[in-house]
């Protein structure tokens, strides 16, 4: 059982991460600054320092959480009880919301991703690998059961899988770049279609 200062440690840290978040989506990552987290955590700047020694070890932390809480809302939001192509598109209607209500947060992760261009072996871009990968199988997962009750063709899930997550990234940055104006459910229903059925005419 945590302890008391276990507690208000992790609930601190939570809020110096979302804080941090807010701050990026507003700044990017060059523009984003231990003074303006502090203000924005309403926190002295020593405090940060007591939990995140950088400023490079607060913004990975910042970032991972938030891929970790996307991840994480879609899985729980999944309905394995749904046929399949209704399990699917209900998937990635979600990935859309979710990725939408953060839409700030991923527009300087997507923009601005020289931050997260890490070197092979490095410890920091290991883990965000992971977290992407652990996404990549849940998908894949979903996926693999519709190719076994023969809903989708014989495939290779993983490969759909990344196919699949990499429409929705470039349907989502194609929004952010300004490029779509069309409601986030038409953009989610476009990528269903494509997916799905391909671009080749009937």
Excluded: C, W
Excluded at 53 to 73: F, N, Q, Y
């Amino acid at each position: 059982m945590a302890t008391k200062e276990e507690i208000v440690k992790g609930f601190r840290v939570r809020e110096l991460l979302e804080a941090t978040r807010r701050v990026i989506a507003r700044n990017g990552f060059q523009g984003t600054t231990i003074d303006r987290v502090a203000e924005e955590a309403k926190v002295a700047k020593g405090t940060i320092y007591l939990y995140f020694p950088t400023k490079e070890d607060l913004l990975h932390a910042a970032i991972l959480e938030g891929l970790r809480a996307m991840v994480s809302e879609t899985a729980e939001a999944d309905n394995p009880e749904l046929p399949p192509l209704e399990r699917i598109s209900e998937l990635v209607r979600n990935q859309f919301r979710i990725q939408s209500s953060n839409e700030h947060f991923l527009k300087a992760f997507f923009l601005e991703s020289s931050f997260v261009n890490f070197e092979p072996g490095d410890v920091r871009g290991e883990e965000l690998r992971r977290v992407y990968i652990d996404h990549l199988e849940f998908l894949a997962s979903v996926l693999g059961l519709a190719i076994r009750a023969g809903v989708l063709r014989p495939t290779d899930p993983q490969f759909a899988a990344f196919m699949l997550s990499d429409m929705i990234t470039a349907s989502i940055r194609r929004r952010l770049l300004g490029l779509a104006s069309t409601p986030i459910e038409a953009d989610a229903d476009a990528v269903l279609e494509m997916f799905l059925k391909g671009v080749l005419a009937p």
